[in-house]
């Protein structure tokens, strides 16, 4: 039944979230990626995007924790995991303070022993603009309970 439920699931937007400075900068420091686009304000000014941007795999790392919005109340499952994505096309810069929400569509449903295969379309939209700032095809594993 969980493989039906998840392959009837309407388009789901997740709640809004700011892509802040300290969020960028924590993630700098985690990744050691401290290039000046992301952290000098003044620097960033003076480059095509006008001023500090987040990371690209920062904005592509939110998916996680948007995914939790998507699978909350769906029963049956014991766990997921990120399998893997078939795409990842970073469209659009994200600068920093703006704020983003996932916009995801089950594409299809694959059924294994004892776990699901769900391949997710999924597009980061940036509060405000046309374009979104990432598009991806995304493979989640779900194991059942």
Same mark, same amino acid.
């Given at each position: 039944? %969980? ?8 388009? /789901? #937007? ?7 400075? *300290?969020? $960028? =900068?924590a993630f700098a420091d ?13 620097? &960033? &000014?003076?480059?095509?995007? !006008? !001023?500090? +941007?987040?990371?690209? /795999? %920062?904005?592509?790392?939110? %998916? ?11 029963? *049956? ?7 893997? /994505?078939?795409?990842? =096309?970073?469209?659009?810069?994200? =600068? +920093? ?9 089950? &594409?299809?449903?694959?059924? !294994?022993?004892?776990? %699901?295969? $769900? ?7 940036? #509060? !405000? ?12 594993? $779900?194991?059942?309970?």
């Amino acid at each position: 039944m %969980l493989a039906d439920d998840l392959r009837d699931l309407p388009s /789901f #937007e997740t709640r809004w979230i700011t892509l802040d400075a *300290g969020r $960028v =900068r924590a993630f700098a420091d985690a990744t050691e990626d401290w290039q000046f686009i992301h952290l000098d304000e003044e620097r &960033a &000014a003076q480059t095509p995007f !006008g !001023g500090c +941007v987040a990371h690209g /795999f %920062l904005t592509l790392s939110m %998916l996680s924790m948007m995914s939790y919005q998507v699978m909350e109340g769906i029963e *049956g499952m014991s766990s997921s995991i990120n399998y893997g /994505f078939d795409r990842i =096309r970073f469209v659009s810069p994200v =600068r +920093v303070g703006r704020r983003v929400r996932g916009r995801f569509v089950v &594409a299809s449903v694959d059924e !294994g022993e004892g776990w %699901l295969g $769900v391949h997710w379309d999924v597009e980061v939209e940036v #509060e !405000g603009e046309e374009k979104p700032a990432l598009v991806a095809n995304w493979i989640t594993r $779900v194991y059942l309970a």
